[in-house]
Nanobody
Framework: QVQLVESGGGLVQPGGSLRLSCAAS????????MNWYRQAPGKEREFVAF????????NYAEAVKGRFTISRDNAKNTVYLQMNSLKPEDTAVYYC????????WGQGTQVTVSS
């Protein structure tokens, strides 16, 4: 069964950093590109970052470009999101996902940026 388990969220002050992890199982992880999304209260889910299956290509939403870095470790079936210079507007539940299994969403991990 496909499983995506996000972790690493928490409460952080503006300007701080967090590293999110997404542990995948139930499919051939190394064959699939992965994405991070986020959803803030009262807003639609939005794209955050993309990484190709081998990690050679990356793309980011304009709002996070230069602050967030997506990476992956295919040996660990894990995709990461390093978040630096966090802003209050980054507050959201963060989810990982892959297009092929786009109908499945994990529980997400809450990121709260506040002083």
């Amino acid at each position: 069964q496909v499983q995506l388990v996000e972790s690493g969220g928490g409460l952080v002050q503006p300007g701080g950093s967090l590293r999110l992890s997404c542990a995948a199982s139930g499919f051939s992880f190394s064959s699939y590109a992965m994405n991070w999304y986020r959803q803030a209260p009262g807003k639609e889910r939005e794209f955050v970052a993309f990484i190709s299956s081998a990690g050679g290509s990356r793309n980011y939403a304009e709002a996070v470009k230069g602050r967030f870095t997506i990476s992956r470790d295919n040996a660990k079936n894990t995709v990461y999101l390093q978040m630096n210079s966090l802003k209050p507007e980054d507050t959201a539940v963060y989810y990982c996902n892959t297009w092929y299994y786009r109908n499945y969403w994990g529980q997400g991990t809450q990121v709260t940026v506040s002083s």
